[in-house]
């Protein structure tokens, strides 16, 4: 249980530190409303649409951090992942822009299995690997395209 409990708190704390030491506060107000939008309400979204609607993944054994059957934190966790991603976009090279978007997927794909395997997510058996790999890719790929024409990727 004690896994389950501080998993998302464990997470959250480890980017928020990586946030204050790498992350300017000057880009980080401007990547936050990125983040909030981009991030959490996204994955508050894809929740409801995939999760509520379809039942194709759900949440369970959240204990305190339960708010209407959502885990509160992941949409929080999320917000800091776009921050970092929009952050360390690769600037002066579009190929390397294509692979960034591939790590940042497999990432969340294999944080995904670790929060699978800590029992605080389950999800239908065809949805792993490669249709939870394409959701990531196109998550991270639309942050990227919605970024920038701001000119926040430049």
Same mark, same amino acid.
């Given at each position: 249980m004690t896994v389950q409990v501080l998993l998302y708190p464990a997470l959250i704390l480890i980017l928020a530190l990586f946030l204050l030491i790498t992350v300017p506060r000057k880009v980080f107000r401007t990547l936050l409303p990125y983040g909030l939008v981009l991030g959490g309400l /996204?994955? *508050?979204?894809? =929740? +409801?649409? +995939?999760?509520? @609607? %379809?039942?194709?993944?759900?949440?369970?054994? =959240?204990?305190?951090?339960?708010?209407s059957?959502?885990?509160? /934190?992941?949409?929080?966790? $999320?917000? +800091?992942?776009?921050?970092? *991603? +929009? *952050? %360390? $976009?690769p600037r002066e090279n579009k190929q @390397?822009?294509?692979?960034?978007?591939?790590? $940042?997927?497999?990432?969340?794909?294999? %944080?995904?299995q670790v929060v699978y395997l800590a029992e605080l997510f389950e999800y239908r058996p065809w949805l792993?690997?490669?249709?939870?790999?394409?959701?990531?890719l196109a998550r991270f790929a639309f942050a990227g395209w919605v970024a920038k024409p701001w000119k926040l990727l430049d």
């Open positions: /996204l994955d *508050y979204v894809c =929740h +409801l649409v +995939l999760g509520d @609607l %379809f039942k194709v993944f759900s949440f369970k054994n =959240h204990g305190i951090f339960n708010v059957g959502q885990m509160i /934190l992941a949409p929080l966790a $999320w917000t +800091l992942i776009i921050i970092f *991603y +929009l *952050y %360390f $976009w @390397l822009s294509y692979f960034y978007v591939l790590a $940042w997927g497999g990432l969340a794909t294999g %944080f995904s792993y690997p490669i249709p939870m790999l394409i959701m990531f």
